[in-house]
């Protein structure tokens, strides 16, 4: 089983950044779709980023331009780096893998806070 384990969370002031990081344990991290979720309390998970194994990315609209996700397959790391930040990007933001369409795993979360 893929274990995802997020780290890099913590509280910052809005306009500042952050880099998450999501350390995945798969022998066959190389071949995973890779993505970062958030959810805050009372709201649904919605999709950050998501990085294919082809390192192709897709953005949400409303972190476009401010975060970048990027892996590194060596380290089988993911990264989110958020910059800009703003009250409204606090969350607690999840790691998912997934293979070939199929569901793979989510990590435990991180919580990131953005003060006004």
């Known amino acids: 089983q893929v274990q995802l384990l997020e780290s890099g969370g913590g509280l910052v002031q809005a306009g500042g950044s952050l880099r998450l990081s999501c350390a995945a344990s798969?022998?066959?991290?190389?071949?995973?779709?890779m993505a970062w979720y958030r959810q805050a309390p009372g709201k649904q998970r919605e999709l950050v980023a998501s990085?294919?194994?082809?390192?192709?990315?897709n953005y949400a609209d409303s972190v476009k331009g401010r975060f970048t996700i990027s892996r590194d397959t060596a380290k089988k790391m993911v990264y989110l780096q958020m910059n800009s930040l703003k009250p409204e990007d606090t969350a607690s933001y999840y790691c998912?893998?997934?293979?070939?369409?199929?569901?793979?795993?989510w990590g435990r979360g991180t919580q990131v806070t953005v003060s006004s």
């Open positions: 798969a022998s066959f991290f190389a071949t995973l779709d």
């Open positions: 990085i294919t194994y082809l390192s192709s990315t």
């Open positions: 998912k893998a997934t293979r070939l369409g199929q569901h793979i795993n």
